[in-house]
């Protein structure tokens, strides 16, 4: 397979706490196969600090011991955001959406991606999530996986 | 914990005074209530070095101090739906 581009470089995108976990949990799902072409340098891969650490919370209290080597190698394919979330930014992203959410959009906001990745059709995607994110969209794994084999 | 002095709430309001001056930079005096400590007293030298410790343990970890307070536990029934959602068979 071809790189999987957007324009002249590779596409980038931002997971959320659901696609990483979910990645963690299924090896076959839509979620891993993003990391998997993250593996293999067709598109960039992006998580911050808050996705791990909620996604480490959640390994640790719902899933056995033997999750957490697969968490660590599917962590070692991704590029990991350490940037402290902005205050004001965070004030703005609260007005369209929950707390717990308004971390991940302002996270994926900062790492200049060019797509959302989630699982949470519930309060993610939403019209008004979609507004306050442009330009970078918001899909699920399934979405983007068909966008970008389309691309290609 | 270990404290340089534990003393009651009500014996160290009057001598509040005196018991700051004998506060050693890296000593904790405990105040109890009902037998149990239930605040402290420490130099503000000793707590900016706590303070500037706990960041930098923090630093070397995933946990931002600023957003801590929204990283929670998934529910069984979102975990649910994300792998219907995530599966690509269905």
Redesign the interface.
């Known amino acids: 397979m071809k790189k999987l581009k957007s324009g002249s470089r590779k596409t980038r995108l931002f997971l959320d706490?659901?696609?990483l976990?979910?990645a963690v949990?299924?090896m076959?799902?839509?979620?891993a196969?993003i990391i998997s072409w993250a593996q293999e340098k067709k598109i960039e891969v992006v998580v911050s600090?808050?996705v791990?650490?909620?996604v480490?919370?959640?390994v640790g209290?719902?899933l056995d011991e033997i999750y957490w080597p697969r968490l660590e190698n599917l962590l070692s394919f991704l590029e990991?955001d350490?940037t402290?979330?902005d205050?004001d930014e965070?004030e703005k992203a609260k007005e369209v959406i929950i707390?717990?959410d308004?971390?991940i959009l302002v996270d994926a906001k900062r790492c200049q991606v060019d797509v959302l990745v989630t699982?949470?059709?519930k309060d993610m995607l939403q019209p008004k999530v979609h507004k306050f994110m442009r330009p970078i969209k918001v899909m699920?794994?399934?979405e983007i996986?068909e966008m970008l084999e389309k691309q290609n | 914990m270990n404290y340089q002095q534990i003393i009651p709430v009500t014996e160290a309001r009057p001598i509040l005074g005196s018991l700051l001056d004998t506060l050693d930079s890296n000593n904790v005096i405990g105040l109890t209530k009902g037998g149990r400590v239930v605040g402290v007293v420490v130099s503000p030298n000793y707590l900016d070095m706590l303070q500037t410790n706990t960041k930098k343990v923090l630093a070397k970890?995933?946990?931002?101090?600023?957003?801590?307070?929204?990283?929670?536990?998934?529910s069984?029934e979102?975990?649910k739906?994300?792998?219907k959602?995530?599966?690509?068979v269905s």
């Open positions: 706490s659901s696609v976990f979910s949990w299924s076959t799902g839509g979620s196969k600090k808050n791990v650490a909620e480490e919370k959640n209290n719902k990991i350490r402290t979330t205050r965070f707390s717990k308004a971390v699982l949470d059709k699920t794994p399934k996986i | 970890t995933f946990i931002d101090e600023t957003t801590r307070p929204y990283i929670r536990e998934f069984d979102e975990i739906e994300w792998l959602e995530d599966a690509l």
